[in-house]
């Protein structure tokens, strides 16, 4: 017994020594991060999760924002293992918005005062082998969504030609969202085949040389060690990534990896946590996407403050990891997370601070491109 109470008197020195360097912004060391990756204990984590939300506290008040999620093609001509909308997967839902379709979605979102559009699609074929004429239609959505709302727009729509990149800002987009979804090569060729991981990672180098914001993103539960979890956390700092996201893997009907067990919902979590601590001023989703509404105050507790995939009722859209859940009883929409945030010591946002933090982050992190984007 007596064993195990120095255990854990160690444990929590080790914990506040560790809380107390990201606290003065020193830099965590690899060893630092695979600890607390390991950590199990729940009243260490408990204080892991409050130090998180102190930091979040001190870089944003209780304020958090709000994305609207509008999946406007779910066509893909990809075969990532681990997804839904995987080529050839007829499990899943498919459908193509018609521009009207898109724009009054986007509306919707709009007038519920949500912060960002988030525009997403898998890699449609309709566009993707269309050239330039596919490419210019989807930049004409973008167009057409900035000018009925006048919101800021994040575009996750795969892989993009630097010709397309370069041409987001003018069109109206502020972020490129493009997730890796692991960083160790190996495991990435087994969850993205045929799809080249230097090709996607430098979209994100470049499109951040262009003066877009960037998220990046990593999976957990797809067979990736502690290891690989603490490189991506090192990828992203080196990305200079402005979002971070972690979400867990959802195993998919008709997929390769349909059996493949889910994780345990705490590793998602201590993952948010830890990006807290190694990216305090960055901002952090809690996905609704997974875990859905029940899941949301657990998120918010270990550090987020980013509320995603929030998606209108009525509109016939879905999620990516688990696609319908929440989403016809309005519980994805900004009423319906209120009593969460309520419960949570968090409220919205005003689109004003969250366009100060946008000015802040891009002046930061200017283009190194010979053009003025912004
Ligand atoms: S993860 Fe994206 S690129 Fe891969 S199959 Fe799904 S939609 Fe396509």
């Given at each position: 017994m007596s064993q195990n109470v120095f255990s854990l008197d160690d444990t929590r020195h080790k914990l506040r020594r560790i809380l107390e360097k990201a606290k003065q912004r020193v830099p965590l060391s690899r060893s630092d991060v695979k600890w607390i990756l390991d950590l199990s204990e729940p009243d260490t984590i408990e204080d892991l999760f409050k130090a998180a939300r102190k930091l979040r506290e001190k870089y944003f008040d209780n304020r958090v924002f709000l994305y609207g999620f509008l999946y406007f093609s779910t066509y893909c001509g990809n075969s990532c293992e681990f997804c839904l909308y995987r080529k050839n997967n007829s499990a899943a839902v498919r459908y193509r918005k018609s521009l009207v379709q898109i724009i009054e979605s986007s509306r919707c979102l709009s007038e519920s005062g949500i912060h960002l559009i988030d525009l997403t699609m898998g890699e449609d074929p309709e566009i993707f082998q269309a050239g330039e004429q596919g490419f210019d239609r989807l930049l004409q959505t973008i167009r057409s969504v900035k000018q009925?709302?006048?919101?800021?727009?994040?575009?996750?729509?795969?892989?993009?030609?630097?010709?397309?990149?370069?041409?987001?800002?003018?069109?109206?987009?502020?972020?490129?969202?493009?997730?890796?979804?692991?960083?160790?090569?190996?495991?990435?060729q087994k969850l993205r085949t045929r799809q080249d991981y230097d090709i996607r990672i430098n979209s994100k180098r470049r499109a951040k040389e262009l003066g877009l914001l960037i998220e990046e993103g990593l999976l957990v539960g797809v067979g990736e060690s502690i290891n690989d979890i603490t490189d991506s956390i090192f990828v992203m700092d080196e990305l200079k990534a402005d979002q971070v996201r972690v979400m867990s893997f959802v195993p998919q009907k008709g997929t390769p990896m349909e059996h493949f067990p889910p994780p345990n919902s705490l590793k998602e979590l201590l993952v948010i946590a830890l990006m807290r601590l190694v990216f305090p001023e960055c901002l952090i989703p809690a996905s609704l996407d997974v875990g859905g509404h029940a899941?949301?105050?657990?998120?918010?507790?270990?550090?987020?403050?980013?509320?995603?995939?929030?998606?209108?009722?009525?509109?016939?859209?879905?999620?990516?990891?688990?696609?319908?859940?929440?989403?016809?009883?309005?519980?994805?929409?900004?009423?319906g997370i209120q009593s969460v945030l309520k419960k949570s010591g968090l409220e919205?946002?005003?689109?004003?601070?969250?366009?100060?933090?946008?000015?802040?982050?891009?002046?930061?992190?200017?283009?190194?491109?010979?053009?003025t984007l912004f």
């Open positions: 009925n709302t006048n919101l800021p727009l994040m575009l996750s729509a795969g892989v993009l030609p630097e010709a397309v990149l370069r041409e987001l800002p003018e069109a109206g987009a502020i972020w490129y969202a493009c997730y890796q979804e692991t960083h160790n090569r190996a495991l990435y899941q949301l105050h657990r998120k918010l507790a270990a550090g987020a403050n980013v509320v995603t995939s929030l998606i209108p009722p009525s509109q016939g859209l879905a999620g990516v990891a688990q696609c319908d859940l929440d989403i016809e009883d309005g519980k994805r929409t900004t009423a919205p946002a005003s689109s004003q601070e969250y366009h100060s933090w946008l000015n802040q982050r891009l002046e930061s992190s200017p283009p190194v491109s010979d053009q």
